[in-house]
């Protein structure tokens, strides 16, 4: 009989022959600096990390274990009837897909060219930011790079996301200080794209078959992406939620708190597709949605009145 990972198996097959593009041209003094960083890794780290492959699903699925812990017995169930992975894709950021196989498999699966845009965009900004966390980058001495420089750059990995779907843009390693900055702000970013998708599962929105759509000829269906805006705001409310829980038991963290990283990552949505489409609802709109299911209309307009992509949202958060 298949299983959830035979189903997540045949998709990857699906996608085999999607084009992979280089993320910009190879730096030997990057991949000597990641060769010395490994090397210098604690042994427990080194232990923990020794069978780690980034070819394969270890970082989805080590957000997965992020959220089980936080599960209620009805959400646990629904899960184990679900395979989680990444794949790259040049046409969906994330799905979650039903078999049609008359098994009801379920697979979420996140594009690994969106990881790694979240990933080098989110470095980018912490540079411009404070270009005294960049330890490395590829494209110039840091002691000549500006925070221009930083931002310009990031525009460009935008507008080559846009044209390509791949990540391809300049390569920086951070500091030590630079690097828990961007990764705590990055994981719950990458927590949110996977929770989306498990509150579409939450949801039943699968259960419809008005919400589905084939998916390109495989065996499988997937949400018809925003066939309907609701379906879209209440499965980033349910996100919200679960990361919130997420942030209060592992790191005893308000979600007000975490907001910020998710306003920051429908930013960088916002740039790849600025315009409400049928494919998804505004990014503000979104953004809209979770501050008034948590905090009522009357902060969401407060937000709004000030809203634009530079503002200071962390600020305005911490008042609340």
Do not use: Q
């Given at each position: 009989?298949?299983?959830?990972?035979?189903?997540?198996?045949?998709?990857?097959?699906?996608?085999?022959?999607?084009?992979?593009?280089?993320?910009?041209?190879?730096?030997?003094?990057?991949?000597?600096?990641?060769?010395y960083e490994f090397e210098n890794f604690e042994n427990n780290l080194k232990e923990k990390l020794k069978n780690y492959n980034v070819e394969g699903d270890d970082i989805v699925d080590n957000l997965v274990q992020d959220v089980l812990p936080i599960l209620t017995l009805a959400e646990q169930e629904l899960v184990k009837n679900v395979a989680f992975g990444k794949i790259y894709n040049t046409k969906i950021n994330a799905f979650c897909a039903k078999s049609q196989d008359g098994l009801d498999h379920y697979c979420i699966v996140i594009n690994e060219g969106l990881l790694m845009l979240l990933h080098k965009y989110g470095k980018l900004l912490a540079a411009q930011g404070n270009p005294k966390i960049v330890a490395f980058?590829?494209?110039?001495?840091?002691?000549?790079?500006?925070?221009?420089?930083?931002?310009?750059?990031?525009?460009?990995?935008?507008?080559?996301?846009?044209?390509?779907?791949?990540?391809?843009?300049?390569?920086l390693k951070l500091t030590t200080e630079g690097n828990m900055q961007h990764g705590f702000i990055l994981h719950f970013q990458e927590l949110f794209v996977l929770c989306h998708e498990l509150g579409h599962l939450f949801n039943k929105d699968l259960e419809d078959k008005r919400n589905l759509t084939n998916l390109m000829d495989s065996d499988a269906e997937i949400i018809e992406e925003n066939k309907h805006y609701e379906i879209e705001y209440k499965a980033d409310s349910y996100a919200f939620e679960l990361i919130s829980r997420i942030a209060q038991k592992k790191y005893k963290m308000e979600k007000k708190n975490i907001l910020p990283f998710v306003v920051i990552l429908f930013d960088i949505m916002a740039l790849i597709n600025p315009n409400q489409t049928n494919k998804h609802p505004a990014a503000i709109d979104r953004i809209m949605n979770i501050i008034r299911d948590n905090w009522g209309q009357k902060i969401a307009d407060e937000y709004l009145k000030t809203y634009n992509p530079n503002f200071d949202s962390f600020g305005f958060f911490n008042k609340l």
């Open positions: 009989m298949s299983t959830p990972k035979d189903f997540l198996d045949r998709l990857k097959l699906h996608f085999r022959f999607e084009p992979i593009i280089e993320g910009g041209l190879r730096s030997e003094e990057f991949s000597k600096i990641t060769k980058c590829n494209r110039e001495d840091i002691s000549k790079i500006k925070s221009k420089d930083y931002s310009n750059w990031a525009n460009e990995l935008i507008a080559n996301y846009k044209i390509y779907k791949a990540p391809v843009g300049a390569m």
